[in-house]
């Protein structure tokens, strides 16, 4: 691809927007930690919430969907389709909490929680753990997706992209902390949504062109349909797939659901993910009782109503918005590209060890026009900008405040931890950049941290609401998660590994039981910090009936209830859910053609999108009384 003046002029102008108004922000960052890596508590729940969404698109996020429905058609998207369930369940349930507990980052939530040497050795551990190590991957992750975009786009050299972006990312997150993040990824966002909507489009025009039938995008909608209508994936662990006529044995392209009688494709993409996945498996941004940087801008809202419509007005974008226009890129990329070849004879230049089926989606930005070219290059930049910018701050953050502040350097003062951070973060981007030159996909890398966190997610619910819970509880998990996953990757590069699915419920089945056990016969919680807790931050539940009891006796009060009105909060989980899979599948079925339906699903969209509503204005009154009262 050539850029033209045009072009360049628009790449440049979507980066002043981005990034320029984030420069002011770097005296108020250098301020104290508190300001550079939580914004002084004072963010507002629509800035917080954009965040959130821009962070989760990144850009290796459109190469990741273009491969799953490539592999698997359309319901491979049930393997992040179903964290719906997670992440309302943080919006309800987590989010009040997080912002009640006034830790400036969910790893100083150990020692808030538990007691003793365990406390702190999982807080520091933990802190390199996933600041330096699960960091990095998911940094490298997003980096490896850069290097393939700008090799096929462009001939670009991969040390090359991982230079360029470093130099910005860096920069940028050093001198602005958090707050400059935030408004880079407020304004990241609609600029990406902007050129993937517009590779949505031009791909649609492209399979008009090249199927003969017309001109326009909605000529090849209503050609796009009618020819992947008809046709299957074959699926075979470990093969490439193949693309077939509807015969019954294989998943049909178009189809939300999975084809049942596919037992271990439904395992796999769909039973797994919906029974299992979205409560037991660690993964970043959708971690089940909130976590990372989604509890970053929790904790970094102004109250609790902002924390909880942040989280909910992510959930909304990230699930809704955004799928479609990569869903249809990638369904366009079967009829242009069918094979890995058609790829590599399109982009001779392209270094053949990138190729993959994630290298469909930037292979379809070739049919993008003068203008929206520059738009698109803008858009990759922002989305790779947006994901960096947050895990250097993120990670820095840990690294700094939960582990060199913590345990190296307790009295210095703020302006030295500030530039800690800054140091962090040159250094995070650094491993990150050599991790990213050992990765082949993205699919490869989110199997490893599905596999690294299965089995933990568990644990992260039940923390808030069951005493029993403790410090040796997380390490036990932490080891015998990382173990089985070990065990499984040896396993796999002997052959000898069962499918994906199977070792992910091996490994939640035996990392619940280890901590389980541990629960009931580990060293527990002392009595004083759990009672200090309750009365810090509430929670309800049986869970913590006897803590409650104890704490009304020190009070010399009766025992009452956190007043979180749990059954209201389970009815907005409910609703929220059905909301947002009822809306995302509607568009999918409105695009298709198939009107009763899309029609059918909008109905229960409104009905469950009004049951939200109610809900939510309910606990935003209350969450209104709470700050007004300072509680």
Known sequence: MKLVPLDWAIVLASL?????????????????????????????????GLSMVATTFSSDTPNWVTQQVRQYGVAGNWQWWAFVL?????????????????????????????????????????????????????????????????????????????????????????????????VIDMVQFFIKMTAVIAAAYFSLVEVARHTGVGEGALAGLHKLVS???????????????????????????????????LSELTLMIFLVPLAVGWWANWYPGSEPGGGSYIAQRMLA?????????????????????????????????????????????????????????????????KFLPVG??????GGLIAANSSTILTHLNWGSSYLVHDFYRRFVAPHADEIHYVNAGRGCTGALYVGAAFLSLALESAQDAFEVLISIGAGTGLLYLLRWFWWRISAWCEVVAMVSSFTVSVVFFILKKTGHAPPFAHTVLYSVGFTTLCWLITAYVGTPTSRERLIAFYRKVRPSGPGWARIRA??????????????????????????????????????????????????????????????????????????????????
């Open 372 to 377: 929206f070219v520059g738009l698109m290059v």
């Open 550 to 631: 104890e704490a009304a006796r020190e009070d010399g009060a009766e025992a009452v209830a956190s007043g979180d009105r749990m059954g209201l909060a389970t009815l907005g989980w409910i609703s929220g859910c059905l909301t947002i899979w009822s809306s995302l599948f509607a568009i999918g079925n409105f695009l298709y053609g198939r009107l009763q339906s899309a029609w059918i699903l909008t109905g229960i969209f409104v009905v469950s999108g009004g049951v939200l509503l109610f809900v939510c204005n309910r606990l935003w009154d209350q969450g209104t009384a709470r700050d007004d009262q300072g509680v």
């Open 301 to 365: 809202s102004k109250s609790e109503k902002d924390a909880l419509g942040g989280t909910l007005f992510f959930n909304l974008a990230h699930y809704v918005l955004r799928p479609w226009p990569w869903i249809i890129t990638a369904l366009c990329s079967i009829i242009i590209f069918p094979e890995l070849k058609d790829i590599q004879a399109a982009f001779p230049a392209a270094d053949p060890r990138l190729i993959g089926h994630d290298s469909a989606f930037p292979a379809m930005l």
């Open 227 to 261: 020819v992947l209508g008809t046709q299957q994936v074959n699926y075979q662990p470990g093969a490439q797939p193949v693309f077939s006529s509807i015969d019954g044995h294989g998943q049909p392209l178009l189809d939300i659901l999975p084809n049942f009688a």
């Open 16 to 48: 002043l927007v981005c990034f320029i108004p984030a420069l002011r922000f770097g005296k108020r960052a250098s301020k104290s930690t508190t300001e550079f890596f939580a914004s002084g508590r004072s963010v507002p729940w629509w800035l917080a």
């Open 86 to 182: 997670t992440g309302i369940s943080t919006v309800f349930f987590f989010a009040r909490l997080w912002r009640r507990s006034g830790v400036m980052t969910d790893l100083e939530f150990y020692e808030l929680r538990y007691s003793g040497r365990a406390a702190s050795i999982v807080r520091g551990f933990r802190a390199i753990y996933l600041g330096l190590f699960f960091n990095c991957f998911i940094m490298g992750m997003v980096t490896l997706a850069a290097c393939k975009i700008a090799n096929i786009l462009f001939g670009i050299p991969p040390w090359q992209t991982i230079v360029i972006c470093g130099v910005l990312n860096v920069a940028f997150a050093a001198h602005s902390g958090l707050w400059g993040v935030l």
